[in-house]
């Protein structure tokens, strides 16, 4: 095999691997329908109908900043507290803009979609998302966007499949 072969064959053995294992990255990855309707799965994660969790909004010029407690029943955000100032002002005068876990999840997916400079987000073990970062252009100033997920749990009757116990998951708050 003369050298230019040698060096095609081994371009297209290189690209070959590096395909395939970007492709290994987007396996899990649904239709942007799936992304934002409720019931957003991530590997054995299921986005539940009803569960509550509290979300640290940050960075950006953004309305949504701040933390707030949130319960979603049947896919849509039931109830949003705002836990500091910027929170409060959010659920008075924009509460539509409180999201559920799976509209956090297709915000990610649009902005990879979108080619965005960071776009990643960081699981539980259980598959539901800790952490989400967003950049649409790193050299723009406040188009950033940080969300922080903690104290997520499903509803009752969700988490135990089984004890058909249906206690509001809001007394958390």
Same mark, same amino acid.
């Given at each position: 095999?003369?050298?230019?072969?040698?060096?095609?064959?081994?371009?297209?053995?290189?690209?070959?691997?590096?395909?395939? !294992?970007? &492709?290994? $990255?987007?396996?899990? %990855?649904?239709?942007?329908?799936? @992304?934002? =309707? /409720?019931?957003? #799965?991530?590997?054995?994660?299921?986005?539940?109908?009803?569960?509550?969790?509290?979300?640290?909004?940050?960075?950006?010029?953004?309305?949504?900043?701040?933390?707030?407690?949130?319960?979603?029943?049947?896919?849509?955000? !039931?109830? &949003?507290? $705002?836990?500091?100032? %910027?929170?409060?002002?959010?659920? @008075?005068? =924009? /509460?539509?803009? #409180?999201?559920?876990?799976?509209?956090?999840?297709?915000?990610?997916?649009?902005?990879?979609?979108?080619?965005?400079?960071?776009?990643?987000?960081?699981?539980?073990?259980?598959?539901?998302?800790?952490?989400?970062?967003?950049?649409?252009?790193?050299?723009?100033?406040?188009?950033?966007?940080?969300?922080?997920?903690? =104290?997520?749990?499903?509803?009752?009757?969700?988490?135990?499949?089984?004890?058909?116990?249906?206690?509001?998951?809001?007394?958390?708050?």
């Amino acid at each position: 095999m003369t050298a230019p072969a040698r060096a095609v064959s081994r371009a297209v053995l290189i690209g070959g691997i590096v395909c395939a !294992v970007a &492709a290994c $990255g987007t396996a899990a %990855s649904t239709s942007p329908e799936a @992304e934002s =309707a /409720p019931g957003h #799965v991530r590997g054995d994660w299921r986005e539940p109908a009803s569960y509550t969790y509290t979300l640290r909004s940050s960075e950006g010029e953004r309305s949504l900043l701040g933390t707030f407690r949130i319960s979603v029943r049947d896919g849509a955000v !039931v109830k &949003a507290v $705002g836990l500091d100032d %910027s929170a409060r002002s959010t659920v @008075e005068h =924009a /509460p539509d803009a #409180v999201p559920t876990l799976g509209e956090l999840l297709a915000e990610l997916e649009q902005a990879r979609r979108d080619d965005a400079d960071t776009a990643e987000a960081g699981y539980a073990a259980d598959g539901h998302p800790v952490r989400i970062v967003l950049d649409w252009e790193e050299n723009a100033v406040d188009d950033e966007a940080r969300y922080d997920i903690t =104290a997520y749990e499903p509803a009752n009757a969700e988490r135990t499949g089984s004890t058909g116990d249906t206690t509001d998951a809001r007394r958390a708050t």
